[in-house]
Structure formats: structure tokens, C-alpha cells
């Protein structure tokens, strides 16, 4: 990850240099941190994604005008840079399918660039694993809020009670258990870097396989 984010940092720097950015390397880099944990800027209206805004909030801190189709191209490289550094479950495809096979299956993301999640889909042969992919930056609304769980349950017509959700944070387990969803933990590394609460029925695995386990 430490290799993915050089690369992002490294993408948008020279994005910004093209435009008239007079900073080095070292003193822009501190004004990207935290890029995609901030609050979502408010009062862009030209801008019609989330990563987009906060590309435009990014360039006024710089004091760069950063012209809007050169923010989409560093976007878009910058994206497809850094899941070059990533890979997909082995397991991923094998458990999709089986589960595919007499279950709905839904993504939930949050993620502030929704184009690139069905073109990540695409590009790692998941897409049509997928009944309905509900992405925040789409239906404006971010876990661990429930509605953005909610938007996935009417795509499938399903209701929480019949659902469960698998994620790997925090926000995912909140999330479900807010909209009445079993969540499912996985914690691939077994770490302990947060701990499900024993008390909120929250199942923890360690694989994606392990979910077939838990289906009736």
C-alpha cells in the first residue's frame, strides 16, 4: 500500500506542476494526506463526483487553477496507478459464483469516483457476478450509514432480515447492523486491530470461502 499511494501522490503532483504549481515534491505531498478520509467538500457545483470536489478543494489550497479536464485525466490515471499495486481474492470468483447460483449478490462501496468501480469490475471479470453494485459517490451516502445499505436491499428486493454483509471495517459492520443486515467481519490478517463487539452477533472470518459456511 505504502507503493500504491508514492504512485497516487506521484500522479497528482505532476498533474498540479502541469497547471503552475511552484511547490516541490515534499511540501505538496503534507497538503495531500488524508485526501480521501476528509469530509466531503460542500459548494462545488461544476464538479459531478465526489473525488472530483475534493480535487478542486485541493487545487484552491495550492492556490492552483487546475482546469477541470486535466483534474479528470489525473483522476483517472491516478486511480488505475494505484490498483496496479492490488489484487483480487483468488477465492473471489469460486465464491461469487456459488453463492450466484441461488442468491442475489450486491457490492457496497464507498468509494468517491463511481465510474472506476464498474471499470475495476470489468477489468478483474467480477462485474457479472454482481446483481445490483451501489456505490456512494453515486447514491450520495457513505457506511457505516445505513441507507447506503438500504439502496442495495431495494435493487434486490430483498429485505435485511434475509441478508447478510460481508466487510472488512469498522464501518461495514456499524453499517449493516444499522440497517438490521447480519454483518459478517472478515479479517484476513487475524489482526486485532479492531475487535467485534462479542455482544452485537457479529460472525468473524478469516477467508472469503468461510462464507459458504454460514449460508443455510
Known amino acids: 500500500m505504502e507503493r500504491a499511494w508514492e504512485a497516487w501522490y506521484g500522479v497528482i ?4 506542476r502541469a497547471s503552475g504549481l511552484s511547490m516541490t515534491y515534499g511540501q505538496f505531498r503534507p497538503y495531500c494526506e488524508g ?3 476528509r469530509p466531503e467538500p460542500v ?7 465526489v473525488v472530483e470536489r475534493r480535487m478542486r478543494q485541493l487545487a484552491d489550497e495550492v492556490k492552483v487553477n ?3 479536464s486535466h483534474a479528470l485525466q489525473a483522476i483517472e490515471k491516478s486511480i488505475h496507478i494505484w490498483h496496479d499495486y492490488l489484487q483480487v481474492d483468488p477465492s473471489a470468483k469460486e465464491v461469487l459464483g456459488l453463492i450466484g447460483r441461488h442468491r442475489s449478490v450486491a457490492l457496497v462501496s464507498n468509494f468517491d469516483y463511481a465510474p472506476y468501480v464498474r471499470d475495476l469490475l470489468v477489468r478483474w471479470e467480477l462485474e457479472s457476478f454482481f446483481d445490483a453494485i451501489v456505490v456512494s459517490d453515486a447514491v450520495g451516502v457513505k457506511k457505516p450509514h445505513p441507507d447506503i445499505f438500504r439502496h442495495a436491499l431495494k435493487r434486490l428486493e430483498l429485505s435485511a432480515e434475509q441478508t447478510i ?10 453499517g449493516a447492523l444499522g440497517a438490521g443486515i447480519h454483518p459478517v467481519w472478515i479479517d484476513r490478517q487475524r489482526s486485532n486491530r479492531w475487535q467485534a463487539d462479542p455482544h452485537m452477533g457479529v460472525a468473524r472470518i478469516s477467508a472469503l470461502y468461510e462464507v459458504l459456511d454460514l449460508l443455510d
Open 35 to 37: 485526501f480521501f478520509d
Open 13 to 16: 503532483f505532476d498533474a498540479f
Open 66 to 68: 487546475l482546469p477541470r
Open 43 to 49: 459548494g462545488f457545483t461544476e464538479e459531478s463526483t
Open 165 to 174: 454483509h460481508v466487510g472488512d471495517s469498522r464501518e461495514d459492520v456499524e
